[in-house]
C-alpha cells in the first residue's frame, strides 16, 4: 500500500476539446462539482477547454456557500504574457480569470501540435513565474523495445521541462505519468509500472533538487484510468493522483473515482 500521508491525493479532470456548447459545459460543470464532497485530503482540478474558464472563477474570498471543492487548471499555456501571437493565451490571463493550475505538454500536444520539450520548458517557466502550479505531462509512445530507450526517453522529458525550475517554485509542480498508447485506449498501464515508473520519475528529479526535495513531488498516473482501475494506481502505483480523460466527462464515474480516492485517503 503506497499510501502517502505527506500529500494530498491530487485528482485532474481533462475534458479536452469537449463539450461543444457553453450550455453543455454548464451542465456538466454543476454534475462534476456536485460529485466532489468537501475533503480536506483530495484535490479536484477540474479543466475546461479555455473559453469556459472565466465561467468558473472561484472568488478570492468565497462567501459561505460558495464552492472550494475543485481547483481550476487549464490544458495548456503560451510562454509569453502578452504580444503578437494570435491564437495563444498567456500565464497571466489565465491567473486572472481564476486558474490555479496548467497542463503543459499533454502527449495529445505534443503529438498532434508539435509540442517539444523545448516547448515544454518554456511554458513551464512562464506559468511557474506568473504564479500558477504546473501539471506536466510525460509518456512513451511505446514500451517494445529495450527498457532502457524508453525510461531514458521519459527521464530526458523531466529533466527538460525542470531545467530552469527553481527550489523555490518545486512545490507548484506535478508529474503526471501518461504513457502515450494507454492515454484516449482502452489499455490502461498495470499499476506495477507505473510504480516503476513514479520511482524514475521522481529519482530524475532528486539528481536535480536532492532527495527530500524529489519526494514531495506528487507523480500521477494518467491513461484510461476508470473507476474500476482508480484504487489500484493509487494503492499500487506509487502515485499521487490521477489524471482522468474521457471518465471525467462522466459525472457518475467521476464521482466513483472521487469516492474511491477519499475512501483510500481517509
Ligand atoms: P483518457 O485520457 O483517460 O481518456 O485515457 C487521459 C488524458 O487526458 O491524458
Known sequence: MQKNNRKKIILVANWKCNPATLR??????????????KNKNTEVVICPPYVFLSRYKIPARPAGGQDTRYKLGSQDVF???????????????LKSAGVSHVIIGHSERRELFGETNETVQKKTAAALKAGLSVIICVGERTREGDASVYISFIKEEVA???????????????????????????EPDTPHSALEMAIYIRKTAADAYGRSLAQQLPVLYGGSVSASNAGAFLRDGGVDGLLVGRASLHPKEFGKIVKITQDINK
Open 160 to 186: 527538460s521541462a525542470l531545467r530552469d525550475v527553481p527550489k523555490s517554485a518545486l512545490s507548484r509542480v506535478i508529474i503526471a505519468y501518461e504513457p502515450i498508447w494507454a492515454v484516449g485506449s482502452d
Open 24 to 37: 453543455e459545459a454548464e451542465r456538466l460543470f454543476r454534475a462534476t462539482v456536485n460529485v466532489i464532497p
Open 79 to 93: 510562454w509569453e504574457e502578452t504580444g503578437a501571437y494570435t491564437g495563444e493565451i498567456g500565464p497571466r490571463m
